[in-house]
């Protein structure tokens, strides 16, 4: 294997590695738990969405709040830095798309965790180069095209793209549905 092709490796992860899904993996960082949920893994596995449940983003709110584990209530998970981004990306290698935490309110313009928190300027963040018809991050365009006048009260939520493409944020369309949800179980210990 030449130094390119090892570098490529190193960089990207295993090429054969398998998602891992509705399997809890603590985060020292966090101190939580994450979870790549899918109703139906092997189909998620294989990219198919026959017979799998799917989600828009609200729903997907919904059935992470109503997940447990060891005592704690799940949520959407929160990625305040690369090193968590890599950790979901490393430890769980989507490859479909899957839900997070964050949601973009059009009227107001401004991004939003689940837990309230609204990111500071210059905080992490791994927007795709298009998730905003060619902007890298929320600020550099005031309406894209899912923000029209009529969704102005509403959010759109964010989610990751799959590892095969590219594992950047996006946030697209009011009703957009997928099949995988990242969910965070804030425990404070392992």
């Known amino acids: 294997m030449g130094f390119a092709a090892a570098f490529l490796l190193v960089a990207t992860g295993s090429a054969t590695a398998?998602?891992?899904?509705?399997?809890?993996?603590?985060?020292?960082?966090?101190?939580?738990?994450?979870?790549?949920?899918?109703?139906?893994?092997?189909?998620?596995?294989?990219?198919?969405?026959?017979?799998t449940?799917?989600?828009?983003?609200?729903?997907?709110?919904?059935?992470?709040?109503?997940?447990?584990?060891?005592?704690?209530?799940?949520?959407?998970?929160?990625v305040p830095s690369q090193s968590v981004h890599l950790f979901l990306r490393n430890t769980f290698e989507p490859n479909i798309s899957a839900w997070i935490g964050l949601r973009y309110w059009c009227q107001f313009h401004k991004l939003q965790w689940v837990d309230g928190a609204l990111p500071e300027p210059g905080a992490f963040a791994m927007w795709g180069p298009i998730w905003?018809?060619?902007?890298?991050?929320?600020?550099?365009?005031?309406?894209?095209?899912?923000?029209?006048?009529?969704?102005?009260?509403l959010h759109l939520g964010v989610h990751y793209w799959s590892t095969r493409d590219g594992f950047y944020w996006n946030a697209n369309g009011y009703n957009k549905e997928f099949s995988a949800i990242f969910i965070e179980y804030p425990t404070g210990k392992p």
Request: proline share 7%; charged share 25%; hydrophobic share 30%.
């Open 18 to 51: 398998e998602p891992l899904y509705n399997k809890p993996v603590y985060n020292p960082e966090t101190k939580s738990y994450f979870e790549l949920f899918a109703t139906n893994p092997e189909a998620a596995r294989t990219r198919l969405s026959g017979g």
């Open 53 to 78: 449940a799917q989600w828009k983003w609200r729903d997907a709110y919904r059935v992470a709040a109503g997940r447990s584990y060891n005592g704690v209530r799940g949520r959407l998970a929160i």
């Open 132 to 153: 905003n018809q060619g902007a890298t991050s929320p600020d550099q365009k005031k309406d894209r095209a899912p923000c029209d006048s009529s969704l102005k009260s």
